[in-house]
């Protein structure tokens, strides 16, 4: 089973659109670690974010929120005002403490975000 | 630029070669990771070590791959008689020993079998 769920292959917004990626996880570990990564066309995963599981405060950094909702398994990631900058696609990864100790992390597919200027 | 390095970044080969990617971690970490990423999907690990220890193993990695660590710094990982479907970015990330530390990655080799 998929251990995080990327539902949104592809968005499209204009430029200065507010745009929400989703991330629905699945973990049996009380403890564990959610990321956000950016992929932009060179290829390189940029981290954006850490998250723990006993943390459930929304964070804000800039034009980037994050909604963590542990009710609901989810972690949204926020883009405020978007900018053609922000086209990339964006992984949610899970790190699991107590089953992984190896912390690998799974990743989902993925959102690919146009931003149309 | 202290990030995580790969070479090289792109390898074009023919079935049946072997090729070897080498990766460079930040200098302090002492966790590396390996992980491969075909089109549309999202990064899926293979390999990780801490220090110059191989600690797991994905069954990703068929007995064509071996990676290794030698002394706890860079990292090469070797494929034995390529196959197409071997054709995938190659990623390699780094990370603290200290609880859930942040993997950082390096910009990936992309390898094409022909």
């Known amino acids: 089973a998929q251990k995080v769920t990327q539902a949104q292959t592809e968005i499209s917004v204009v430029e200065k659109e507010d745009v929400t990626l989703d991330c629905v996880y699945e973990?049996?570990?009380?403890?564990?670690?959610l990321f956000w990564y950016k992929q932009p066309p060179s290829g390189e995963l940029v981290f954006l974010i850490r998250?723990?599981?006993?943390?459930?405060q929304n964070e804000i950094s800039g034009r980037y929120s994050w909604n963590f909702q542990k009710s609901t398994s989810s972690f949204n990631f926020t883009i405020t005002a978007s900018q053609v900058v922000d086209s990339a696609v964006y992984f949610c990864?899970?790190?699991?403490?107590?089953?992984?100790?190896?912390?690998?992390?799974?990743f989902g597919t993925g959102t690919s975000l146009t931003v149309i200027p | 630029d202290t990030g995580v390095s790969q070479d090289p970044r792109h390898k074009i080969t023919k079935r049946g070669q072997n090729v070897t990617f080498r990766c460079d971690p930040i200098?302090?970490?002492?966790?590396l990771y390996w992980y491969r990423q075909t089109l549309g999907q999202g990064p899926e690990f293979l390999t990780y070590?801490?220090?110059?220890?191989?600690?797991?193993k994905s069954r990703l990695l068929s007995d064509r791959f071996s990676a290794e660590r030698p002394k706890g710094s860079f990292s090469t990982l070797e494929i034995q008689r390529t196959e197409q479907g071997d054709s995938a970015m190659y990623l390699c990330?780094?990370?603290?020993?200290?609880?859930?530390?942040?993997?950082?990655f390096g910009p990936g080799t992309r390898l094409l079998v022909l």
């Open positions: 990330a780094s990370s603290l020993r200290r609880e859930r530390e942040t993997q950082y």
């Open positions: 200098s302090e970490h002492n966790r």
């Open positions: 973990t049996r570990d009380t403890t564990y670690y």
């Open positions: 070590f801490q220090n110059e220890a191989q600690l797991e």
């Open positions: 998250r723990n599981s006993f943390d459930e």
């Open positions: 990864a899970l790190s699991e403490a107590v089953t992984n100790t190896g912390n690998q992390f799974y």
